[in-house]
């Protein structure tokens, strides 16, 4: 049986129904985790959960530790995550309430966020033309559908700064590219998650149509978090259908995304770099 792993955005601090819990505090090479991780079972699969803002939300998007979430993820030997994130639609047809899994990402973050694990002496260029896992989305596509719930089986997320949301004129620039929906935090993890070799999908809840939509109100918090909390009981179920299924998945496409990734020859390779990335990279250097 495999680990699960969940990180949960606004709205979603816990994970319900689980049994025999407990809690990890988590100091990683790279920093403290957002949080304290939440360990039980589901269905006789181990999940492991992490809200990545903090269980009081008292951390920006800006200010996530990504590489310690993930780093910590891997630590505790969890093989693929589902992460749980608020949007904005830039789709007529992508509705408030609806669920959306991206098999695509656009950053717009302009690298102000750490989204690598190698960047301290050892060098790789991981694949990510495709930065989902097929595995999981069909699983999650599939779950969301058994529940007569609304969900879109692909589309692309433009990841934004934050945490202040889009002007019109950036909301409408980002509508003529083409992009389905707008979040602050979910590209650094697909990134970090492949590269540690931890199958990745999102499942994105829509809260609002951004600020583009002449009928729809500006974006407020107190909408999104209206909208994020009638809709966060069906994320849970989505999560209770869907945990066992992947639990019971055999392989994982990002298995072994690092093996003709890693540039660096190993005799070149700092100490202290192969130090803080063993976890990761330690196979590949026996």
């Not at 904005?88 to 656009?106: A, H, N, T, Y």
């Not at 002496?121 to 999981?136: C, N, R």
Request: hydrophobic share 40%; proline share 4%; aromatic share 8%.
């Amino acid at each position: 049986m495999a680990k699960v792993g969940v990180i949960g955005g606004s709205g979603l601090y816990n994970i319900e129904g689980l049994e025999k819990t407990d809690s990890v505090v988590m100091g990683t090479p790279f920093g403290q985790t957002s949080d304290k991780f939440q360990l039980g079972t589901l269905e006789g699969i181990e999940v492991v959960f992490l809200p990545r803002h903090g269980r009081w939300h008292t951390i920006s998007p800006s200010r996530i530790n990504f590489k310690a979430n993930i780093f910590g993820m891997k630590k505790l030997g969890v093989e693929a995550i589902i992460s749980v994130s608020a949007c904005g639609s830039l789709k007529e047809e992508l509705r408030p309430m609806d669920f959306v899994i991206p098999d695509q990402f656009v950053d717009r973050t302009h690298q102000a966020r750490q989204s690598t694990f190698f960047d301290n002496g050892i060098v790789a260029h991981v694949a990510f033309a495709d930065p989902v896992s097929p595995e999981l989305t069909k699983i999650l596509y599939e779950c969301a559908t058994e529940l007569k719930l609304r969900v879109h089986p692909k589309g692309t997320y433009i990841n934004m700064e934050g945490p202040q949301f889009s002007t019109k004129a950036e909301s409408n620039l980002y509508r003529s590219w083409g992009m389905d929906i707008i979040g602050m935090t979910n590209m650094v993890e697909a990134k970090l998650a492949r590269e540690a070799e931890i199958s990745y999908a999102t499942l994105a809840a829509v809260t609002d149509y951004d600020c583009w939509h002449e009928s729809h109100e500006s974006v407020t918090v107190d909408m999104i978090i209206a909208n994020l909390n009638r809709n966060v009981e069906n994320a849970k179920a989505i999560l209770k259908k869907t945990i066992p299924r992947i639990g019971r998945l055999t392989q994982f496409s990002a298995a072994n995304a690092l093996q003709h990734a890693i540039i660096t020859a190993k005799d070149h390779m700092p100490e202290e770099a192969k130090k803080d990335l063993q976890l990761i990279v330690g196979k590949y250097l026996k």
